[in-house]
């Protein structure tokens, strides 16, 4: 016989009423770890996806970056480049670690079904990717070779594999633009990346520049930065400012940094909503034991009576909450892990709005720390819920409760 | 009275003198706007090993004699000391101290049982062993088997008969080896068979030295004790 073995009888002793409030503590509990571990998950996502970017800064010509993504891909003329001989200049620049050029152009199916993307790139495109990673096939054999490598979606789609023909067939825009057709040898076909290289198809900057008819133009640069800390980006991304020729600077880190302070200030919601939950919990709780006191008068008058002590009498009330919250918080964060697909899907369908691009990892999963936390927080709850009433059932006079006095 | 040999059950002697020792006590409660005076002057001693009866009708104040000397409420005026410890009239003594005289010094035996239903019989008997931190279920088993239980360990206070749950309720009282043991119409609630089944095992407690204070309005139970003490009206009429 021990105070827990005591208290737990006690619990038992009204099941229903027991267990309704542990299933308050669970909501509360699980509402808790859902949303954090949904915070959580997001700047995971954000930081991985900054990962795979790979690049810190990137450099464009100036003008609306999306508009001219935009007209691309509706088959447009991309509205402004930048000379070749400028990422020559990037490249020098102290601080930098990598830079990549980048040629990009599109042949665009107008019924939508049959759109392709080339970009045309050198060797320091795959250094800046985090996976890059051929899963057939070889490398581009030289800086200006009549080769493609194909992202995995688009080599499914065409169903190519490496040494096969890729026949490059310009519109008649193109064709009108001075774009050549080509037979292209398929180099490699790329490993899955979960990103949009997926559906890319790569060229040799040369090759893209040659069969596009842009000569010594490039579209962007990326550029991994060789510190990466906020100072030495900043740092960096002046530096490049300053060698003029018109362009855009955009540190990278910005972005997430951007979308991270979204997801802080989102946290304060967060907290507001679990505390409403943790609060209505607790005060079910409070009442349920609260009750159990005033029914229990007696049988503590008699234990006092037998020698309990106040400290005795509230330990036990104490611990009986305690439990209580502490079931709770075991359900909830199992109920929260168990309904994790469904919480995540509906979490993203009700903040699509508020948060444009959602990682696409898994963003509720096992966080031992997290859990944690929400079973100290249940503890913590029980300890303060069960405080009045531990307090109330310590100070019971037995000789009233005995008597069966009021 | 003889001395007696201190039995195997109790802490021991706690001193030479009167276990209990009560000079003039006067209990007044304010019931609303009356005050009702339970007790007029009271005074008793018992030495250990005693066996001795209060003997009144309902209202003469023994349950609020016994609730005084079992510290669980305190006199308006008088002295009271109870096994060398100054309850009223001297040096203050603090809650703890007087839980603690409860708890080790003292045992309860009510009127009803009040034993917790959710808790087997030798959960209930080793319930006041919980306070003092030293759990000895052996003990426990052993004053169930003494009070006629030794089979009914593990039966809860639903499935005994009232006779057996008072049984329980003395062996609880018994838990923590008191040298005192207060019994408040211990056989108010049981039928004749168990009442006489009760009053043999108190005289057999008290033969081997606990000392018990026992308040009824019952003729017949007084009958079996060593001393009767009268109450009537808040006053022992004959001590």
């Known amino acids: 016989m021990d105070y827990l073995r005591l208290a737990l009888k006690n619990i038992l002793r009204r099941r229903l009423r027991s267990l309704l409030s542990v299933l308050g503590v669970a909501a509360a509990v699980a509402v808790l770890y859902s949303l954090l571990e949904f915070q959580r998950g997001y700047e995971r996502g954000l930081n991985q996806e900054l990962e795979q970017l790979g690049a810190h800064i990137m450099v464009v010509p100036k003008g609306c970056p999306y508009e001219a993504a935009t007209i691309v891909l509706h088959g447009g003329k991309w509205p402004r480049y930048m000379e070749e001989e400028y990422f020559g200049r990037i490249a020098a620049t102290p601080g930098v670690g990598d830079a990549a050029p980048i040629l990009m152009d599109a042949i665009i199916d107008p019924q ?28 581009f054999s030289g800086p200006a070779a009549r080769e493609v490598i194909l992202g995995s979606t688009m080599a499914e789609r065409l ?53 596009f008819n842009l000569p010594g133009r490039i579209v962007v640069v990326l550029v991994r930065a060789e510190r990466l800390d906020s100072g030495a980006i ?37 907290w507001a909503i679990a505390a409403v939950a943790i609060a209505v919990s607790a005060a079910g709780v409070l009442n349920t034991i609260l009750m159990a006191v005033f029914e229990r008068r007696k049988e503590i008058g008699m234990m006092k009576a037998v020698g309990a002590g106040r400290k005795d009498v509230f330990a036990l009330i104490w611990a009986e909450t305690v439990l209580i919250c502490l079931g709770g918080g075991l359900l909830g964060v199992s109920a929260a892990l168990l309904g994790s697909r469904a919480t995540e899907w509906f979490l993203r369908a009700a903040l699509s709005s508020q948060f444009a691009a959602l990682p ?47 | 009275m003889s001395a007696r040999p201190q039995p195997a059950h109790t802490h021991g002697p706690h001193s030479d003198g009167p276990l209990v020792e009560a000079v003039d006590l006067v209990k007044v409660y304010l019931r609303g706007d009356e005050r009702v005076q339970a007790l007029r002057g009271v005074s008793l001693s018992l ?21 005084l000397v079992g510290a669980l409420d305190t006199p308006t005026s008088g002295r009271l000391r109870v096994a060398g410890l100054s309850l009223h009239g001297g040096p203050s003594l603090p809650a703890a101290a007087r839980d603690r005289l409860r708890r080790e010094r003292i045992g309860f035996v009510f009127t009803e049982f009040f034993l917790v239903p959710t808790l087997s019989a030798i959960e209930n008997v080793l319930l006041p062993q919980l306070w003092t931190g030293r759990q000895d279920r052996r003990y426990a088993e052993e004053l169930l088997g003494r009070v006629g239980l030794g089979g009914r360990l593990s039966h809860r206070p639903s499935e005994l008969s009232g006779g057996e749950m008072q049984r329980v309720a003395i062996a609880r009282a018994l838990a923590n080896r008191p040298a005192l043991l207060l019994a408040d119409e211990p056989t108010g609630n049981v039928d004749t068979a168990t009442r006489d089944g009760i009053m043999a095992l108190f005289r057999e407690l008290n033969a081997e030295g606990l000392t018990i204070l026992l308040a009824t309005h019952d003729q017949e139970l007084a009958d079996g004790v060593d001393r009767v003490l009268p109450l009537s009206e808040g006053r022992i009429a004959d001590a």
Do not use: H
């Open chain 1, 159 to 211: 169903r190519l594999s490496p040494g096969d023909t890729f026949a490059l067939r310009q519109d008649a825009a193109g064709r009108a633009a001075g774009k050549q057709d080509a037979d292209l040898r398929v180099a490699g076909v790329l490993a899955r990346t979960g990103t949009q290289d997926d559906g890319l198809i790569f060229l040799p900057l040369a090759t893209v520049q040659e069969l």
């Open chain 1, 234 to 270: 900043e740092q960096l991304s002046d530096d490049l400012r300053a060698l003029g020729g018109n362009m855009n600077i955009f540190p990278l880190t910005e972005l997430v940094e951007n979308a991270a302070q979204l997801v802080q200030a989102t946290r304060v919601f967060v």
């Open chain 2, 47 to 67: 030495p250990p090993g005693d066996f001795c009866c209060l003997l009144g009708p309902s209202g003469a104040g023994k349950t609020t004699l016994l609730n």
């Open chain 1, 112 to 139: 939508g079904r049959d759109s392709r993307i080339f970009l045309g790139i050198t060797d320091e495109y795959p250094a800046l990717r985090s996976r890059w990673e051929l899963v057939a096939g070889t490398g």
């Open chain 1, 360 to 406: 696409r990892t898994t963003l509720i999963g096992f966080s031992p720390p997290l859990a944690a936390l929400c079973l100290v927080l249940a503890t913590l709850v029980g300890m303060i819920a069960g405080s009045y009433p531990a307090w109330r059932a310590g100070a019971v006079r037995p000789i009233e409760a005995i008597r069966g006095a009021d």
